[in-house]
Protein backbone atom coordinates (compact mmCIF):
# COMPACT_ATOMS: atom_id res chain seq x y z
CA UNK A 1 0.00 0.00 0.00
CA UNK A 2 2.90 2.67 0.51
CA UNK A 3 4.42 1.78 -2.48
CA UNK A 4 1.34 2.37 -4.35
CA UNK A 5 0.80 5.95 -3.13
CA UNK A 6 4.24 6.80 -3.32
CA UNK A 7 3.74 5.58 -7.07
CA UNK A 8 0.95 8.39 -6.93
CA UNK A 9 2.46 11.12 -5.81
CA UNK A 10 5.39 10.54 -8.12
CA UNK A 11 3.03 10.26 -11.15
CA UNK A 12 1.36 13.66 -10.24
CA UNK A 13 4.31 15.51 -9.74
CA UNK A 14 5.57 14.18 -13.22
CA UNK A 15 2.49 15.28 -14.89
CA UNK A 16 2.77 18.76 -13.17
CA UNK A 17 6.36 18.85 -14.68
CA UNK A 18 4.81 18.44 -18.02
CA UNK A 19 1.59 21.13 -17.84
CA UNK A 20 2.33 24.40 -19.48
CA UNK A 21 3.57 27.01 -17.25
CA UNK A 22 0.73 29.54 -17.36
CA UNK A 23 1.70 33.57 -18.33
CA UNK A 24 1.52 36.03 -15.43
CA UNK A 25 -1.11 38.52 -15.62
CA UNK A 26 1.00 42.05 -15.56
CA UNK A 27 0.06 44.57 -12.62
CA UNK A 28 -0.42 48.36 -13.91
CA UNK A 29 1.89 50.79 -12.30
CA UNK A 30 0.87 54.28 -11.67
CA UNK A 31 2.07 57.18 -14.07
CA UNK A 32 4.50 59.49 -11.57
CA UNK A 33 3.76 63.26 -11.86
CA UNK A 34 6.48 65.39 -11.32
CA UNK A 35 4.78 68.37 -8.04
CA UNK A 36 3.98 71.47 -9.41
CA UNK A 37 7.26 73.37 -8.95
CA UNK A 38 6.20 76.49 -5.98
CA UNK A 39 6.04 79.90 -7.38
CA UNK A 40 7.47 82.22 -4.83
CA UNK A 41 5.23 84.95 -3.46
CA UNK A 42 6.66 88.63 -4.14
CA UNK A 43 4.55 92.04 -2.54
CA UNK A 44 5.43 95.21 -3.01
CA UNK A 45 3.06 98.50 -1.61
CA UNK A 46 1.99 101.70 -3.50
CA UNK A 47 2.47 104.62 -2.52
CA UNK A 48 6.28 104.56 -2.27
CA UNK A 49 9.07 107.44 -2.13
CA UNK A 50 11.02 106.61 -5.40
CA UNK A 51 9.18 109.69 -7.13
CA UNK A 52 7.69 111.81 -4.90
CA UNK A 53 7.18 112.11 -0.78
CA UNK A 54 3.74 113.93 -1.30
CA UNK A 55 2.02 110.54 -0.90
CA UNK A 56 4.19 108.91 1.95
CA UNK A 57 4.51 112.02 4.03
CA UNK A 58 1.86 114.87 4.63
CA UNK A 59 0.54 117.13 7.40
CA UNK A 60 -2.02 115.14 10.09
CA UNK A 61 -4.66 114.10 9.34
CA UNK A 62 -3.05 113.06 5.95
CA UNK A 63 -4.98 110.52 3.87
CA UNK A 64 -3.06 107.80 2.38
CA UNK A 65 -5.03 105.43 -0.69
CA UNK A 66 -2.71 102.15 -0.44
CA UNK A 67 -2.73 99.27 -3.07
CA UNK A 68 -0.93 96.04 -3.28
CA UNK A 69 1.05 94.51 -6.05
CA UNK A 70 1.25 90.59 -5.86
CA UNK A 71 2.69 88.16 -7.89
CA UNK A 72 3.73 84.45 -7.70
CA UNK A 73 2.19 81.78 -5.32
CA UNK A 74 -1.42 80.42 -6.05
CA UNK A 75 -4.42 82.09 -6.11
CA UNK A 76 -6.65 83.18 -4.74
CA UNK A 77 -4.88 85.53 -2.27
CA UNK A 78 -5.96 87.15 1.02
CA UNK A 79 -4.47 90.02 2.55
CA UNK A 80 -4.01 91.17 6.00
CA UNK A 81 -3.52 95.08 6.05
CA UNK A 82 -2.20 97.35 9.66
CA UNK A 83 -1.86 100.46 8.46
CA UNK A 84 -1.46 102.19 11.75
CA UNK A 85 0.83 99.26 13.41
CA UNK A 86 -1.57 98.65 16.52
CA UNK A 87 -1.53 94.94 15.36
CA UNK A 88 -4.86 94.68 14.28
CA UNK A 89 -6.16 94.45 10.82
CA UNK A 90 -7.67 97.50 9.07
CA UNK A 91 -8.70 95.88 5.75
CA UNK A 92 -8.72 93.03 3.79
CA UNK A 93 -8.55 93.87 -0.18
CA UNK A 94 -5.95 94.64 -2.50
CA UNK A 95 -6.85 97.65 -3.02
CA UNK A 96 -8.39 98.90 0.80
CA UNK A 97 -10.33 102.47 1.16
CA UNK A 98 -7.76 105.46 1.64
CA UNK A 99 -7.08 105.10 5.19
CA UNK A 100 -6.66 108.63 7.52
CA UNK A 101 -3.39 108.68 9.67
CA UNK A 102 -4.93 111.30 12.52
CA UNK A 103 -2.39 111.61 14.74
CA UNK A 104 1.42 113.28 13.66
CA UNK A 105 3.44 110.88 14.21
CA UNK A 106 5.78 108.07 11.90
CA UNK A 107 3.84 104.62 11.18
CA UNK A 108 4.90 101.33 9.87
CA UNK A 109 2.11 100.56 7.70
CA UNK A 110 2.45 96.44 7.23
CA UNK A 111 0.37 94.41 4.61
CA UNK A 112 0.50 90.75 5.29
CA UNK A 113 -0.16 88.41 2.04
CA UNK A 114 -1.01 84.07 1.95
CA UNK A 115 -1.42 82.19 -0.88
CA UNK A 116 -3.34 79.18 -1.40
CA UNK A 117 -0.37 77.28 -1.04
CA UNK A 118 0.13 78.93 2.50
CA UNK A 119 2.94 80.68 1.39
CA UNK A 120 2.60 84.18 3.85
CA UNK A 121 4.47 87.16 3.10
CA UNK A 122 4.87 90.34 4.80
CA UNK A 123 6.28 93.53 3.44
CA UNK A 124 5.93 97.80 4.96
CA UNK A 125 5.82 100.91 4.09
CA UNK A 126 7.18 104.04 6.10
CA UNK A 127 4.58 107.17 6.59
CA UNK A 128 4.84 110.38 8.06
CA UNK A 129 1.79 112.30 9.62
CA UNK A 130 3.38 115.79 10.72
CA UNK A 131 2.16 118.61 12.79
CA UNK A 132 3.64 122.07 12.89
CA UNK A 133 6.99 121.54 14.65
CA UNK A 134 8.24 123.15 18.31
CA UNK A 135 10.22 125.92 17.21
CA UNK A 136 13.20 126.76 18.85
CA UNK A 137 13.93 130.15 21.40
CA UNK A 138 16.58 131.27 19.76
CA UNK A 139 17.35 134.67 19.30
CA UNK A 140 21.55 135.06 18.76
CA UNK A 141 22.99 133.28 16.00
CA UNK A 142 25.96 133.68 13.40
CA UNK A 143 26.68 132.49 10.20
CA UNK A 144 30.16 130.47 9.81
CA UNK A 145 31.56 128.15 7.19
CA UNK A 146 32.76 125.74 9.30
CA UNK A 147 32.31 122.75 7.19
CA UNK A 148 35.02 124.34 4.76
CA UNK A 149 38.38 122.41 5.22
CA UNK A 150 40.58 125.14 3.51
CA UNK A 151 42.17 128.71 3.35
CA UNK A 152 40.57 131.15 3.74
CA UNK A 153 38.37 129.37 6.00
CA UNK A 154 39.40 126.07 8.40
CA UNK A 155 41.72 123.75 7.05
CA UNK A 156 41.62 121.34 10.14
CA UNK A 157 39.35 120.18 12.49
CA UNK A 158 41.59 122.06 15.27
CA UNK A 159 40.72 125.46 13.60
CA UNK A 160 36.94 124.61 13.71
CA UNK A 161 36.96 124.00 17.47
CA UNK A 162 39.21 126.96 18.21
CA UNK A 163 36.32 128.95 16.17
CA UNK A 164 33.52 127.31 17.79
CA UNK A 165 34.69 128.32 21.37
CA UNK A 166 34.88 131.75 20.71
CA UNK A 167 31.38 131.38 19.20
CA UNK A 168 30.23 129.79 22.43
CA UNK A 169 32.16 132.41 24.74
CA UNK A 170 29.98 135.12 22.83
CA UNK A 171 26.93 134.11 24.29
CA UNK A 172 25.75 132.93 20.40
CA UNK A 173 23.17 129.73 20.97
CA UNK A 174 23.29 128.94 16.96
CA UNK A 175 25.83 127.82 14.74
CA UNK A 176 24.42 128.65 10.90
CA UNK A 177 26.26 126.74 7.68
CA UNK A 178 26.11 124.97 4.67
CA UNK A 179 25.18 120.90 4.02
CA UNK A 180 26.61 121.64 0.70
CA UNK A 181 24.60 119.05 -1.74
CA UNK A 182 28.09 118.68 -3.93
CA UNK A 183 29.98 118.32 -0.61
CA UNK A 184 27.80 115.20 0.54
CA UNK A 185 26.38 113.22 -2.22
CA UNK A 186 29.38 114.28 -5.22
CA UNK A 187 28.35 111.15 -7.16
CA UNK A 188 24.88 109.39 -7.09
CA UNK A 189 24.47 107.08 -4.47
CA UNK A 190 27.80 107.78 -2.91
CA UNK A 191 27.59 109.80 0.12
CA UNK A 192 30.63 111.52 2.32
CA UNK A 193 29.21 112.70 6.28
CA UNK A 194 33.10 112.04 7.67
CA UNK A 195 33.84 115.77 7.36
CA UNK A 196 30.57 116.71 8.52
CA UNK A 197 29.82 114.34 11.17
CA UNK A 198 33.39 115.78 12.55
CA UNK A 199 32.59 119.57 12.56
CA UNK A 200 29.04 118.58 14.24
CA UNK A 201 30.40 116.77 17.12
CA UNK A 202 32.77 119.93 17.38
CA UNK A 203 29.66 122.09 17.76
CA UNK A 204 27.40 119.94 19.77
CA UNK A 205 30.47 119.39 22.43
CA UNK A 206 30.18 123.65 22.70
CA UNK A 207 26.81 122.88 23.67
CA UNK A 208 25.60 125.00 20.31
CA UNK A 209 22.76 124.77 18.42
CA UNK A 210 22.43 124.36 14.23
CA UNK A 211 20.75 125.64 11.40
CA UNK A 212 21.59 123.37 8.32
CA UNK A 213 21.59 124.73 5.01
CA UNK A 214 20.90 122.71 2.32
CA UNK A 215 21.75 124.60 -1.06
CA UNK A 216 23.25 124.17 -4.30
CA UNK A 217 23.73 121.57 -6.63
CA UNK A 218 25.33 118.25 -7.11
CA UNK A 219 27.19 118.28 -10.64
CA UNK A 220 25.59 115.44 -11.25
CA UNK A 221 22.46 116.79 -10.48
CA UNK A 222 22.73 120.47 -11.83
CA UNK A 223 20.70 121.58 -15.29
CA UNK A 224 24.06 123.14 -16.17
CA UNK A 225 25.43 120.01 -17.68
CA UNK A 226 27.04 121.55 -20.59
CA UNK A 227 28.79 124.25 -18.72
CA UNK A 228 33.05 124.01 -17.87
CA UNK A 229 32.41 127.19 -15.38
CA UNK A 230 31.96 125.59 -11.77
CA UNK A 231 29.58 128.61 -10.18
CA UNK A 232 26.77 127.81 -13.52
CA UNK A 233 27.23 124.22 -12.82
CA UNK A 234 26.76 125.29 -8.79
CA UNK A 235 24.24 127.70 -8.39
CA UNK A 236 22.16 126.14 -11.35
CA UNK A 237 18.65 124.74 -10.43
CA UNK A 238 18.59 120.92 -10.25
CA UNK A 239 17.58 118.34 -13.37
CA UNK A 240 15.24 117.22 -10.94
CA UNK A 241 13.56 118.63 -7.53
CA UNK A 242 13.21 115.38 -6.57
CA UNK A 243 16.83 114.21 -6.84
CA UNK A 244 17.42 117.56 -4.25
CA UNK A 245 14.10 116.24 -2.42
CA UNK A 246 16.12 112.81 -1.52
CA UNK A 247 19.20 114.70 -0.87
CA UNK A 248 17.39 116.52 1.42
CA UNK A 249 15.82 113.17 3.16
CA UNK A 250 19.01 111.36 3.68
CA UNK A 251 21.12 114.43 5.06
CA UNK A 252 18.05 114.85 7.61
CA UNK A 253 17.90 111.35 8.21
CA UNK A 254 21.48 111.25 9.26
CA UNK A 255 21.97 114.18 11.26
CA UNK A 256 18.49 114.71 13.14
CA UNK A 257 20.01 113.71 16.47
CA UNK A 258 22.02 116.93 16.12
CA UNK A 259 20.57 119.21 13.77
CA UNK A 260 16.77 120.02 13.81
CA UNK A 261 16.28 123.26 11.86
CA UNK A 262 17.20 123.10 8.42
CA UNK A 263 16.98 126.07 5.27
CA UNK A 264 16.24 124.91 1.99
CA UNK A 265 18.86 126.70 -0.49
CA UNK A 266 19.70 130.17 0.15
CA UNK A 267 18.92 133.84 -1.63
CA UNK A 268 17.35 132.06 -4.78
CA UNK A 269 15.84 135.35 -5.09
CA UNK A 270 19.08 136.40 -6.80
CA UNK A 271 21.50 135.40 -10.07
CA UNK A 272 24.13 134.97 -8.35
CA UNK A 273 22.57 131.68 -6.28
CA UNK A 274 19.70 130.55 -8.71
CA UNK A 275 20.94 130.43 -12.48
CA UNK A 276 20.14 131.39 -15.39
CA UNK A 277 18.00 133.52 -13.52
CA UNK A 278 15.60 133.47 -10.29
CA UNK A 279 12.73 131.42 -10.62
CA UNK A 280 9.85 132.05 -8.13
CA UNK A 281 7.59 129.08 -9.69
CA UNK A 282 10.41 126.60 -9.84
CA UNK A 283 11.81 127.33 -6.32
CA UNK A 284 8.00 126.35 -4.48
CA UNK A 285 7.99 123.27 -6.73
CA UNK A 286 11.62 122.38 -5.21
CA UNK A 287 10.35 123.55 -1.86
CA UNK A 288 7.21 121.03 -1.85
CA UNK A 289 9.68 118.21 -2.48
CA UNK A 290 12.09 119.12 0.00
CA UNK A 291 10.10 120.04 2.55
CA UNK A 292 8.02 116.60 2.52
CA UNK A 293 11.70 114.98 2.20
CA UNK A 294 12.75 116.24 5.46
CA UNK A 295 9.72 115.78 7.10
CA UNK A 296 9.72 111.82 6.13
CA UNK A 297 13.15 112.00 7.51
CA UNK A 298 12.31 113.76 10.86
CA UNK A 299 8.78 115.07 11.64
CA UNK A 300 9.78 117.02 13.94
CA UNK A 301 11.90 119.03 11.59
CA UNK A 302 11.74 123.31 11.28
CA UNK A 303 12.11 123.95 7.80
CA UNK A 304 12.82 127.57 6.66
CA UNK A 305 11.83 128.94 3.15
CA UNK A 306 15.12 129.78 1.74
CA UNK A 307 16.94 132.97 3.29
CA UNK A 308 15.72 136.04 0.55
CA UNK A 309 18.48 138.64 -0.30
CA UNK A 310 17.16 141.98 0.79
CA UNK A 311 12.94 141.24 1.98
CA UNK A 312 11.97 139.12 -0.78
CA UNK A 313 9.77 142.17 -1.53
CA UNK A 314 11.79 144.91 -3.33
CA UNK A 315 13.50 144.27 -6.60
CA UNK A 316 16.39 145.43 -8.24
CA UNK A 317 17.40 145.05 -11.95
CA UNK A 318 20.81 145.97 -11.62
CA UNK A 319 22.13 143.12 -9.12
CA UNK A 320 19.49 140.80 -10.72
CA UNK A 321 17.77 140.93 -7.47
CA UNK A 322 13.90 139.37 -8.31
CA UNK A 323 10.69 141.48 -7.45
CA UNK A 324 7.99 139.98 -5.33
CA UNK A 325 9.71 136.45 -5.09
CA UNK A 326 7.71 135.60 -2.10
CA UNK A 327 4.48 136.56 -3.41
CA UNK A 328 5.08 135.03 -6.82
CA UNK A 329 6.26 131.69 -4.58
CA UNK A 330 2.85 132.09 -2.53
CA UNK A 331 0.88 132.21 -5.78
CA UNK A 332 2.90 128.83 -7.10
CA UNK A 333 1.65 127.13 -4.20
CA UNK A 334 5.06 127.82 -1.59
CA UNK A 335 2.18 128.05 1.62
CA UNK A 336 2.14 124.87 4.06
CA UNK A 337 5.36 123.82 2.64
CA UNK A 338 7.77 125.95 5.21
CA UNK A 339 7.57 126.67 9.08
CA UNK A 340 9.53 129.56 9.07
CA UNK A 341 9.87 132.32 6.53
CA UNK A 342 13.49 134.08 6.25
CA UNK A 343 15.32 137.07 4.87
CA UNK A 344 18.59 138.66 4.51
CA UNK A 345 17.47 142.51 5.15
CA UNK A 346 20.91 143.95 4.44
CA UNK A 347 21.65 147.78 4.89
CA UNK A 348 24.22 150.12 5.24
CA UNK A 349 23.82 151.13 9.38
CA UNK A 350 23.96 155.00 8.16
CA UNK A 351 20.56 154.37 6.89
CA UNK A 352 19.07 154.00 10.54
CA UNK A 353 17.38 150.88 12.12
CA UNK A 354 13.68 152.81 10.96
CA UNK A 355 14.66 151.88 7.65
CA UNK A 356 15.08 147.96 8.87
CA UNK A 357 12.31 147.92 10.34
CA UNK A 358 10.00 148.98 7.25
CA UNK A 359 11.94 146.66 5.25
CA UNK A 360 11.48 143.34 7.51
CA UNK A 361 7.54 144.48 7.75
CA UNK A 362 7.36 145.04 4.87
CA UNK A 363 7.93 141.05 4.31
CA UNK A 364 5.76 140.50 7.29
CA UNK A 365 2.82 142.38 5.40
CA UNK A 366 3.41 139.77 2.63
CA UNK A 367 2.75 137.16 4.97
CA UNK A 368 -0.08 138.07 6.63
CA UNK A 369 -1.99 138.80 2.75
CA UNK A 370 -1.16 135.09 1.86
CA UNK A 371 -2.74 133.91 5.20
CA UNK A 372 0.03 133.45 7.32
CA UNK A 373 -0.30 135.80 9.59
CA UNK A 374 1.29 132.93 12.53
CA UNK A 375 4.16 132.02 10.42
CA UNK A 376 7.25 133.65 12.13
CA UNK A 377 9.66 135.81 10.09
CA UNK A 378 13.29 135.64 11.02
CA UNK A 379 16.90 137.17 9.41
CA UNK A 380 19.08 134.36 9.07
CA UNK A 381 21.31 136.91 7.44
CA UNK A 382 22.16 140.69 8.71
CA UNK A 383 25.48 142.47 9.42
CA UNK A 384 28.00 144.87 7.00
CA UNK A 385 31.83 145.22 6.42
CA UNK A 386 34.44 147.29 8.66
CA UNK A 387 36.96 149.20 6.92
CA UNK A 388 36.01 148.57 2.90
CA UNK A 389 33.94 150.10 1.03
CA UNK A 390 30.41 148.02 0.40
CA UNK A 391 29.94 148.93 -2.90
CA UNK A 392 31.43 151.81 -5.05
CA UNK A 393 29.15 154.95 -3.84
CA UNK A 394 29.02 153.82 -0.70
CA UNK A 395 31.30 155.17 2.31
CA UNK A 396 33.02 152.35 4.54
CA UNK A 397 32.13 151.52 8.01
CA UNK A 398 34.26 151.75 10.37
CA UNK A 399 34.31 148.96 13.29
CA UNK A 400 32.81 151.08 15.63
CA UNK A 401 30.21 151.60 12.95
CA UNK A 402 29.22 147.95 12.79
CA UNK A 403 29.23 147.44 16.60
CA UNK A 404 26.90 150.05 17.25
CA UNK A 405 24.92 148.46 14.19
CA UNK A 406 25.26 145.07 15.64
CA UNK A 407 23.99 146.31 19.15
CA UNK A 408 20.61 148.26 17.60
CA UNK A 409 19.66 145.16 15.39
CA UNK A 410 19.95 143.40 18.61
CA UNK A 411 17.95 145.51 20.71
CA UNK A 412 15.38 146.87 18.69
CA UNK A 413 13.76 144.59 16.11
CA UNK A 414 12.13 141.78 18.94
CA UNK A 415 9.25 143.05 18.22
CA UNK A 416 9.31 141.91 14.76
CA UNK A 417 11.65 138.90 14.96
CA UNK A 418 12.65 136.05 17.27
CA UNK A 419 16.02 134.97 15.90
CA UNK A 420 18.66 136.93 14.52
CA UNK A 421 21.73 135.36 12.56
CA UNK A 422 24.69 137.29 11.94
CA UNK A 423 26.87 137.38 8.98
CA UNK A 424 29.32 136.27 9.77
CA UNK A 425 31.93 134.82 12.34
CA UNK A 426 35.06 135.91 10.80
CA UNK A 427 37.19 137.69 8.35
CA UNK A 428 38.71 135.80 5.63
CA UNK A 429 42.01 136.75 3.98
CA UNK A 430 40.33 137.50 0.26
CA UNK A 431 41.77 141.06 -1.35
CA UNK A 432 39.73 143.73 -0.83
CA UNK A 433 36.73 142.26 -1.45
CA UNK A 434 33.94 143.63 0.97
CA UNK A 435 32.95 139.71 1.33
CA UNK A 436 35.68 138.80 3.44
CA UNK A 437 35.39 141.78 6.11
CA UNK A 438 31.90 140.78 7.17
CA UNK A 439 33.09 139.49 10.37
CA UNK A 440 32.74 139.92 14.06
CA UNK A 441 36.57 138.30 14.30
CA UNK A 442 39.52 139.23 11.98
CA UNK A 443 41.12 136.49 9.65
CA UNK A 444 43.62 135.86 12.65
CA UNK A 445 41.08 135.13 15.11
CA UNK A 446 41.18 138.45 17.23
CA UNK A 447 38.01 140.37 18.31
CA UNK A 448 36.64 143.22 16.78
CA UNK A 449 34.68 145.42 18.34
CA UNK A 450 31.13 143.67 16.98
CA UNK A 451 32.67 140.34 18.75
CA UNK A 452 32.51 142.28 22.34
CA UNK A 453 29.22 143.77 21.43
CA UNK A 454 27.66 140.93 20.42
CA UNK A 455 29.08 139.21 23.43
CA UNK A 456 27.85 142.21 25.96
CA UNK A 457 24.02 141.90 24.16
CA UNK A 458 23.81 138.18 24.35
CA UNK A 459 24.72 138.52 28.20
CA UNK A 460 22.51 141.44 28.73
CA UNK A 461 19.57 139.81 26.76
CA UNK A 462 19.84 136.44 29.08
CA UNK A 463 19.80 138.34 32.26
Not at 174 to 202: H, S
Not at 218 to 246: G, I, K
Request: hydrophobic letters at 40%; proline letters at 7%.
Amino acid sequence: MRVLILLLVLLLAACSALAPTPTPTPVPTATRVPPTPLRLLAATILPDAEQSYKLVSGRAPFTVTFTANVSGGALPYTYAWDFDGDGETDADAAQPAPFVFETPRAYTATLTVRDAQSQELRVTRRIVAFASPQLPAWKFGVTAHLERRRAPYYPTLEDVRRATQLIQEAGIQVVRMDFNWEMLNPVRDEWKFDNYDAVVRIVREHKLEMLGILDYVSWWASSAQESNDWRVRLYSEPLNDYDFAHYTYEVVKHFKNDVRVWQIWNEPNTEGFWKPQPNPARYAALLQEAYLGAKYADPDAVVLFAGMSGNGVEGNDDSGLADSFIAQAYQHGARGYFDVMAIHPYMLPNGGIQALRAKIAATRAVLNQYGDEKIPLWLTEIGAPSDVPWWNTAPPQSEEDVANWLRLVYTELWDLTPTIVWYQLQDRDIGSNPEGYFGLLRADYSAKRAYGMMKETARTRSE
